[in-house]
């Protein structure tokens, strides 16, 4: 049987139809997903991840937000000798008496003073120091001594003449010690300003002298410290001071300046107290 063009023309067409609707319902798994988009009032655009997603499951590519990590660790001082992160420097103070024996025929004198400054490491303190030195002289003859009541044996002196001097140094010093032992032994020196105030008078000719003088002065000393309590120590040490203080002065008659100049130069010994290390 014979069939016509027509025929096979409308058989063709039912063919595409079906295979057009299998297709529709079943498709490619090579074809690209597609969903809706989803809005999000949460994450913002610019932190969402990338997401690139391939329907055949060859390729997922999906990027993470950056995540970061903090550590607390408690500071630990360091130590002082090691390192510029340690304990504040420890202040400290001294209070001392002595004497000092100038060079030449003068008498010795009594001293007494204050130190104080700091520890900057534990063998080196840095600090300032002020010092105050008085001397007496008296000149006197015996006018008369006779027995007084009881035996006793009275003298009467007539005073010639009289002077006082009056030392003050102000330095500011440096001091290395050799660290906590049952004697510690430690060496300074110190630089600065002395200002020495003379005075006398002599009772037979009338004739008064003030003088101040001035001038740049420096010490040496060494010697040791016993600890009797964890902060405090009693010390004893010599020392060396070495000045030539001057003023200028006008003659009255002339007008010419002149200058005098006392030297100050000496030896002595401090014994103290200090306290706060």
């Given at each position: 049987m014979k069939i016509g063009i027509a025929t096979w023309i409308a058989l063709a067409g039912c063919v595409s139809a079906s295979a057009a609707t299998a297709s529709a319902s079943n498709p490619s798994p090579l074809a690209l997903e597609w969903a809706p988009p989803v809005e999000s009032s949460v994450?913002?655009?610019?932190?969402?991840?990338?997401?690139?997603?391939?329907?055949?499951?060859?390729?997922?590519?999906?990027?993470?937000?950056?995540?970061?990590?903090?550590?607390?660790?408690?500071?630990?001082?360091?130590?002082p000798h090691h390192g510029s992160v340690g304990p504040r420097p420890e202040s400290f103070s001294q209070i001392h008496m002595g004497f000092m024996d100038p060079d030449g025929p003068e008498d010795s004198d009594f001293l007494i003073g204050f130190r104080g400054g700091v520890a900057v490491e534990r063998p080196l303190q840095i600090?300032?120091?002020?010092d105050w030195h008085h001397r007496g002289n008296t000149a006197s003859t015996v006018v008369s001594q006779g027995p007084g009541p009881g035996g006793t044996v009275i003298v009467t002196h007539s005073e010639l003449a009289r002077s006082t001097s009056d030392l003050v140094p102000i330095f500011g010093f440096l001091q290395i010690n050799a660290g906590d032992r049952?004697?510690?032994p430690y060496f300074g020196g110190g630089a600065g300003f002395e200002i020495l105030h003379l005075s006398a008078s002599n009772f037979q000719t009338g004739e008064q002298f003030e003088g101040t003088f001035s001038g740049f002065g420096w010490q040496l000393w060494g010697g040791v410290a016993i600890p009797f309590t964890g902060r405090a120590r009693v010390n004893s040490e010599v020392f060396i001071n070495g000045a030539d203080l001057s003023r200028d002065v006008v003659d009255p008659s002339s007008g010419q300046v002149y200058r005098e100049t006392v030297n100050m130069d000496g030896v002595g010994a401090r014994f103290g107290l200090a306290w706060g290390f």
């Open positions: 994450t913002p655009e610019s932190s969402r991840p990338s997401d690139l997603a391939f329907a055949s499951g060859i390729i997922v590519s999906r990027s993470a937000p950056p995540t970061y990590a903090t550590r607390w660790r408690p500071r630990t001082p360091r130590d600090g300032a120091q002020v049952p004697v510690i």
